[in-house]
Structure formats: structure tokens, C-alpha cells
């Protein structure tokens, strides 16, 4: 009797891409359903949105590059980059900065590279930075929270103000948006305010902006199932908030008055999310342990850093992508020992 | 033994990077009573069934052998014997297909079986092996052809004989059988603890350890009570039965060594190196066999197993016996067969054929269907998630050498420690994208052989180039130098030249020389009234021409001197 050979190993492979980002994709629901409830419709139709574009874009480079469309659609990785820059951008973006962000992320920064895993930076934060340094005011007009929000609009009205750029009658861009708590903080400070007093503001809660601070909790929670199902080490997640909580509760330890709390910074902007969803894509992330370490322990010190002293609110797209240039070189620095050898190897 | 039992306890164990828990699917084979398969028709026995030389043939087509008689011997130091499994004729020695990866045929002897099984001389029996001089027993060792059956299959006396540089003071004993599915080291440790403890006693004797540590995974209760019960009654208390966490591939040797010991075994060395020498437990039970019974190694156990078979069993196999047999005697293929493996899921190779025989390293058939050993899904790009790196118990980077292998870069493939790599297949197995990274690997691996070959081939070419180039230099300097002396006669008066020849020339001076011993010679030979003999009873006319002759040398011998001055 003849049968096929094929060279070991002959076990059935428990992994795959497309399992990998649709557990990612899974771990990111509770976070998003969160955003969604705290924030409106505008982030589900940025998500669809987003996600639509990601599909299409992916599907006319790979046309274009000659390569099979249907398998590399079917990673998911695509729609995993769209729903990370739909969280992150504010839920009322007008639609055309969407296109135009995934479309950069998915064709220049990921395709013009070979696809997925040859891109060098994080194609959600590449197109997130794009967008926040092109257009300022609309990558910053974020909504308040829903315990805060006067004017809570309907599905219509957000896929209005997003697709036509329509307010609901009588509301203003001014009465609709609010500085996030992270922006609020740092522009205050720059006024001289001191943290207390800024801190009497309605819009802190516990840790950080209240809702927020709840969002954070909920990617989190997706981190954790993360970790457990062990689609991402422990390396990056605690290096990065470790590093950070470290550089916040020193200087916060110097003047109490001039830098806020370490949790502050954890649960405000995209730190959870950051540390659990996009410091970790392991395309762009050292892939070494160690590296790893040193690479989380990198993107929380710049955080801090440009957080404080940045012209930016948030950080965590910069560190990310300043850290992504670094990683091949870090990780050639930071090799393991292999098994039987002295020292680890050095040239 | 309660004592006994505290001790193996307290054994602090070791971990090594990564591993993997792998469905172990043991429970399918795993059936007693042991049976013994039906001796076949036909046998094939491979000629090389061990690293090393190949044996050589001590019998002809036509024969009749008997049950364990030697069928080829070994050549070489690093060379193993084999025996006739069973009694019968030999009908073929031939190439024919073996089980190799290569798929390529092998010189084999096929016996035709005559079914009575009829012993030959047996070896002698050692039952006193605990006396018996030490170079008896590794002759012995090696005449019964005994090999490293963990599946290396190297010749056990070869690795008996520790060198003075690396005195060894452990002996692993592997037990571990980490591989899912195989069974069959399980059962002989169950069934047979006794005589592998009598193999372990006489292969510390030879290696001079001072203890043995015997590492056994703890899925294996029933083999680890057995070996401990045994180890007790003999009071064998430098004996340590080992129990270690299940985790594949903690029977790789250097795995083994680590788990138990917490030593690593040098980069590129053997476990000699620190005083460490491993065998497998069907080693140390085959030695047994070889030195008490006298038995020569002629058959093992094989664990056929997978849903590919009706009756998955644990079988007592004499070598040589086709597949298609055994698959056989285990119920025949199920309609779901996919795959024919030999050894285990993650290091077995396919067999392309069922039409090959068992050898000496064959420890496991796994006739797996689609579920067990699915095809590979197409490769996609690596997304370095460090899976990989993550699960090797080499703790190298596979993504990184994937790359490079991907590349061809040689060079830097190696630098990453590709050697270092025991093809355990963790990777592979973990790997998201489904790139079969052992297959690089082993590429990369091969390559590199092909391109050290090549360079010492091209070293040797570009030593032999600069011999020539120097030996033509040489010879042309010889010449030069030797113009160089004629010119310089040349350049002296002709009248001197007849004084001179002979001192000159050192082949004259030597004719000269002669000349006159023969001269001298012939002289005392007259003065004893002694002439030379062709000399005697001359006719007028011969000496006449002698003379003639002699006066035509003369002339002659002038001649050349001037002719070779002439042409320069």
C-alpha cells in the first residue's frame, strides 16, 4: 500500500493566523461594546466602516500584487487593524478620514511592505498618528462620556454627523465634543492649574475620566483572556504599565501638585488598550522575552514622556511606532541562551 | 522501600526552555499480554541497520541459517553486526527498500523462513557478568549487534568505552518516552523491569558511574512501580527510578540530562563531556539479553498503533519483518488510514510503502488517519509571535532562522545556533502561520554540510594546485641551476676539461670509480690465477671484435662530451 510523506512533524497543528486574530478580535468586544455604550453609535459605524475599507483595500493590493485575495482576507488581520483605529479615533470622525487612515494603514504601511508580517510599524498606529498630525481638530473632537452627555445622539444622528457632516438641529460642534480627561489634565496643567484643583472637575472618576476609566477595565478583561489563552505573553502588558506606573508615581511622588497619580495614567487615553492590543502586535514587537521587556519598559517611558512634556494628549501611538524602529535592534542585543552555551551570543 | 521511595522524591528536578504538552493518545496500544508476532515468510534484514560502516555479508544465496546465527559482521570500529532473526535459506542479498526518509533502497539479506525457528549456536551465557573481564563483555556487546534502540541506533560498544578524558559518574538511564502514541518502552519496563536492571548493573560496571539515575515521565505509573519494586528487592540503592513531569521532549537526551540533573550538555559535545553517559532502558534490556542469555539482538518491541489500525497492540517483532505483516497481525488498515509513520508523530518519518522491514531502531508504526496527521495547510507569512521560540527546548529562535534559512544565508543561519537544533518539531507544531520550520531547518542544515563539503573539496583543490605550482618551481629553479653550473664550465679553458671532467662530474667520478674497483678486481682475481670466465677460450675473431668494440666506446664516449657541450 502507498501513502503520502510529508516530513515531521505529523501532528495536527493546534494554531492558526486567522485563529489568533479572531481570538484578539474577541478579546476586543467588551472593551468596544463599552466604548460604544459610554461613547455612541459613532463608534459601531466606525468599526463597520473601517473594517469595510480594511477589506476592500486589502483585497485590491493583493489583486494588484498577484497574490491569492481569499486566504489572506480570511486572517482577519485586516479587520483586526480597522476595529483597533476604530477604537481609537473619535466616534464622530467624518468618514472620509476613516478611508483615508485604513487605506494608508493597509496599502503603505502594511501591503507596500509584503503584507502581513512584514510591516515594521503598527499599520493602526501609523495611520492613527497620519491622521492626528493632518487633521488636529476633528482626531480630537471626542464626545463626553454617557453619564456626562447632555445630548446623547441616535444611530441616525451619528451616522449623519459622520457620513454628512450634518449636526442634529440647534447642536453645535462646541456643545457636542469635550477634551478628553487626559487632554483637559495636560492643557490645564500647561495653565498652571494644579492637580487637585483640576481634579474637582465632574469629569474624574476614580483613577482616571470617568467612563474612561470603566473602558479601560473592559480591555483589560479582554487582555487577561489574552494572556490566558496565551495569544500574547506577559512580557510587554506589565513591562509597559509597569514602567509607566513607575515614572508616573516618581515625579508624582516629587510634586503632587504638578504631576498626576500613577493610575491616572494608566486608565486614562489608549494605556490599556495599548498595552494589552497594540504594543503587543507581534509583527511590529520584539519577539524575543527579554527584548520584549525592554521594549514594554521603552513605550511606557515614552508615554510618560510625551504625556508630559509632549505637544500631543496622548502618547501611546508615538511610543508605539518610535519603539517599532527600535525592536529588530533590540531583539539582536537580547537573545536568549541557547541550550549547552555559556553565555548568550555576542558578536 | 518506603525508604527507597522517600529518597526518589526528594530528587530535585530541572527544566529546560519550552516543550510542549501533546495529546498523548498512549491508552490505544497500550494493552497487555505482550504477544509475539508470527515469524513471516520472508525476513529482511537490512545490512546497515546503525550508524556507521555498513556490515558485511558472511553468507551467500543458498544458505540455510539458524535462529540468531551472524549474517554479516561488522567493518570498522564504528560498525554493528546482524543476525539471522529466524531459521531458513537465503534467497536474495540485495538492494531493496528499507525505512529511510530517503525512501532510497538498501543491501539487505532475505531469509526465507523455514518456520521451525531452530537456535543456532548461541553465544555463549555470562550469568556471572558481575566477573566477567570488562573487554569480554563489550565484545560481547558488540557481537550481538547491539545497538542504541532509543532510535539513534548507534553501537552500543562503541559508546561503552568512555575514553580516560571523561571519567563518567552518572548514568541516565531513558525511560521518558515522551513521544504520544509509542508505548512499547512502557511495556517493557512493566513486563521486563528486572532484566533491565541487570542491563543497567552491567553497563555502570562498564562505564565505572557511580550512580544511575533512571527518568521515567509520570504517565507511566504502572512501568515506574514495576522498576522501583525491582530496584528494591535487588537492593540496588545506587539505583534513583526518577519520576518526571510529562512533557514532550523531555526523552531527548540532552532534555533527559537537564530534567534530572540540571547539567547541560556543551553546545556540539556528547554527555561524556560531563561525566555523563544515557542509554535507553530497551538498550540496557537488549545488553541484558546479549550477555546472560547469550541472545544476539534479533527482534524488539514495536508499538502499531493509530486509528489507521483495526487493533492497535504492543508486539514482540523479530527484525527484518515486513510492515504490511505487522499491520496485519494488528486487524489490517481501517477505512480512515492516511498516513504510515515510523517512530512517533513528531520525529517519525512517512513511509512511502508498508512494503519495508522492521530495523533494530523501529520502535513505533503509527498508521494515523486525516484527524491525527492532517496535510499541512498552506504556509503563510510569519508573523513573529515567538510561538516558536517560545516552545523550543533548545531555547533558539526559530523565527529568526527561519528567516535566514528562508534567504539562504548560510552563515548567519549558523550563527543563530542552527546546529544546536534537535528537529523535535515543537515549533512546527506551534507554529500559527503553519510554516514547516524542522523542514527549513533541516534544509538549512544539509546545505550547510553540502557547502563545508565543497569548501574542504575546494580547499583540498587549491593545496594541490599550489604543490603543483611549487613542485613546477622547483623543478624549473633545479634546471636554471644546473644550466647555470654548465654555463660555468663552459667558460673554462678547453684544455682543462679532460682534468677536470672527472672531478666535475659526479656520474663520471662514480663510472671512474667503478672502472677502476672492477680494474683493481680483476687484477687480484689474475694474481690468484683466477680469469674472468666469458673471458676463457676466446676464438681469434670474437676477441678481435671485443676490440673493435672497446675502440668504437672511446671514440664514442668523446663524441657525446662534445655533442652535449655542443648544444648548450
Redesign the interface.
Known sequence: ?????????????????S??MLLVILALIPGAAAMIWYFGWGILINMLLASFTAVVCEAIALRLRKRPIV??IG?F?AVLTALLFAVAVPPLLPWWLTVIGIAFAILLVKQIY?????NPFNPAMAAYVLLLVSYPVQMTSWLPPEMLNEHPLTLLQSAMVIFTGTLPGGLSWDALTMATPLDSMFTQLDQSKMVSEILMSPLWGDFGGRGWEWVGNWYLLGGLFLLYK?II?WHIPVSMLGSLLFFAMLFHFLDQEAYPFGMFHIFTGGTILGAFFIATD??S?C???KGQLVYGACIGLMVFVIRTWGGYPDAVAFAVLLLNMAAPTI?YYT???????QGA?R? | MSHVNQQKQKHPLHR??GGLH?PENKALSLTLPLQKAAIPKQLTVPLQQHIGEMAEPLVKVGDQVLKGQMLAKPQGYISAPVHAPSSGTVVAIDLLPIPH?S?LPAPCVVIETDGKDTWGELLEPMPDYMHIDLSLLRERIRNAGIVGLGGAAFPSSVKLTPGLDNPIHTLIINGAECE?YITCDDLLMQTEAERILSGITIIRRLVGAEKCLVGVEDNKPEAISALKQAVAEHQLSWISVITIPTLYPSGGE?QLI?VLTGK??????IPAKIGMICHNVTTAYAIAQAVIEGKPLISRYVTITGHGVVQPKNLDVLIGTPV?ELIQQAGG?TDRV????M?G??????????EVPITKASNCL?A?DK????????A????????C??AC?????P??MYWYARAKDLEKVQ???LF?CI?C?CC???????I?L??YF?FAKTESWAQEKEQRAAERARQRHEAQLARKARLEAERKARIGQKKEALKKPVTTKASSDGGEDPKKAAIAAALKRAAEKKAALAESGVTPKNQEDLTEGQKRAIKQVNERRAVHEKDTTTSEEQGE
Open positions: 500500500m502507498q501513502f503520502t510523506t510529508i516530513t515531521s512533524p505529523h501532528s495536527d497543528r493546534p494554531n492558526s493566523v485563529r489568533t486566504p489572506v486572517d488581520s509584503g503584507g502581513l508580517g512584514y496565551r505573553s507581534p509583527v514587537a519577539t524575543t522575552k531583539d537573545q536568549p541562551r541557547t541550550f549547552g552555551h551570543r558578536d | 529546560f526552555n501533546l526518509p525512501g504520544p540532552k537537564k547541560e550538555v556543551p553546545s556540539g559535545s504490511a488498515y492516511y498516513k504510515l509513520i517512530g508523530p513528531m520525529m517519525g518519518f512517512a513511509l512511502a510503502t508498508d503509527l494515523a484527524n491525527e496527521s492532517p496535510d499541512p495547510e498552506p503563510l507569512a510569519c508573523i513573529r509571535c515567538g510561538q521560540a517560545a527546548p533548545a531555547n533558539l529562535l523565527q529568526q550563527e543563530y545556533n544546536d528537529e518539531g512546527s507544531h506551534v507554529c500559527p502561520s503553519h514547516p524542522v523542514q533541516r
